[in-house]
């Protein structure tokens, strides 16, 4: 497609359970970012993935946060019992090549509430 | 520990004056930032941005500064239009380091 698209859009789920978000990049887009933001926050960093490297995990903010990207393209994150803390947008970002000098091109993201 | 901050979670500037929106670092090993702009229910856009080897990058109404000894970055438009209302995250990345640190973002009006 010719942007990035995620779904669902939104999605509420009960406290405890598991949600999965998923993300189509822009085709030929080698790096791969999860950002979230929760209300009245900035765009927190969550995984990155680049080509066959292995992921940079380094923002999931528990265990219950993971990620992976199949083939180089689709990219699926899972929160496991969910809490209510983990109700934000949560969004996917693309970009052509490692680096910013293109910037990111971001989907819309998926608006999780935790009830 | 926010290094990227936007002290001005909003700014209401009158149409066709200039808008000039701030964004504050303290990791000095940042040397790439970038504007994004956010409307409702969609993601953020890339706006502009500009390498720490300059000090200005301008694209049409669209202006960047950066000042490296004070770790200050602003974005002017100008003139303002009604449809640049929306949300600026600045934000960094360093060397080699391929995420980049958003700030909390300034709500932009323009009031016609």
């Known amino acids: 497609g010719a942007g990035v698209s995620q779904s669902p859009s939104n999605k509420v789920t009960e406290k405890g359970k598991d949600v999965e978000l998923r993300c189509d990049p822009i085709?030929?887009?080698?790096?791969l970012y999860w950002y979230r933001q929760s209300l009245g926050q900035g765009l927190e960093f969550l995984i990155y993935?680049?080509?066959?490297?292995?992921?940079?995990k380094s923002g999931l903010p528990s265990d219950r946060f993971s990620a992976e990207r199949t083939g180089g393209s689709v990219s699926t994150l899972t929160i496991q019992r969910t809490q209510q803390e983990d109700s934000a947008v949560y969004l996917c970002?693309?970009?052509?090549?490692?680096?910013?000098?293109?910037?990111?091109?971001f989907g819309s993201g998926t608006r999780l509430t935790v009830v | 520990d926010q290094q990227v901050k936007q002290n001005s979670p909003s700014l209401s500037v009158q149409e066709g004056r200039i808008s000039i929106l701030n964004c504050d670092y303290t990791?000095?090993?940042?040397?790439?930032f970038l504007w994004y702009k956010k409307y409702p229910a969609e993601g953020p856009t890339f706006l502009i941005s500009?390498?720490?080897?300059?000090d200005k990058n301008e694209d049409g109404r669209f202006t960047v500064f950066l000042n490296k000894s004070a770790k200050h970055l602003s974005l002017h438009i100008v003139p303002s239009q009604p449809g640049d209302s929306a949300v600026y995250f600045c934000?960094?990345?360093?060397?080699?380091?391929?995420?980049?640190?958003f700030g909390t973002g300034t709500r932009l009006t323009i009031i016609p």
């Open positions: 993935f680049q080509g066959n490297s292995a992921p940079d």
């Open positions: 500009i390498s720490s080897i300059k």
């Open positions: 970002a693309s970009s052509l090549a490692p680096g910013n000098n293109y910037g990111y091109t």
């Open positions: 990791n000095s090993m940042f040397d790439y």
């Open positions: 085709s030929g887009h080698t790096a």
């Open positions: 934000a960094a990345s360093g060397v080699g380091n391929e995420k980049l640190t």
